[in-house]
């Protein structure tokens, strides 16, 4: 089992940035592909960007969802089994709710950015920005 806590949601003004912070604890098998997802009331769960958490050997490490691509950036730390989300330029479409997403390391090979196959999720941290 994988449990995963988000930090760092927040609200700010359009053209600023904001830090998310994904911190996985169990069994790490568990969260070798991980995520973030977001979501807006009425609309379905989008995936933004994934990782290959604790591989950089890998030509397909990272992914991005198009309306990310260029202004949001995944990374890690694998020493403290977190991942991060690096969010810039932000403007109003990006006001959601933010989840963390964990699944097997077979699950970063297929599927992209769709929901199935990541087991694990976190319980959310919502990010408003203001225009």
């Known amino acids: 089992q994988a449990l995963l806590v988000e930090f760092g949601g927040g609200s700010v003004q359009a053209g600023e940035s904001l830090r998310l912070s994904c911190r996985a604890s169990?069994?790490?098998?568990?969260?070798?592909?991980m995520a973030w997802f977001r979501q807006v009331p009425g609309k379905e769960r989008e995936g933004i960007a994934r990782i290959l958490f604790s591989d950089r050997t890998s030509d397909d490490r990272t992914m991005y969802a198009d309306s990310v691509k260029g202004r949001f950036t995944i990374s890690e730390d694998y020493a403290k089994n977190t991942i991060y989300l690096q969010m810039n330029s932000l403007n109003p479409e990006d006001t959601a709710v933010y989840y963390c997403a964990a699944g097997r390391y077979e699950r970063c090979f297929v599927g992209g950015l769709q929901k199935a196959g990541f087991e694990h999720w976190g319980q959310g941290t919502q990010v408003t920005v203001a225009s």
């Open positions: 169990g069994d790490p098998a568990t969260h070798r592909c």
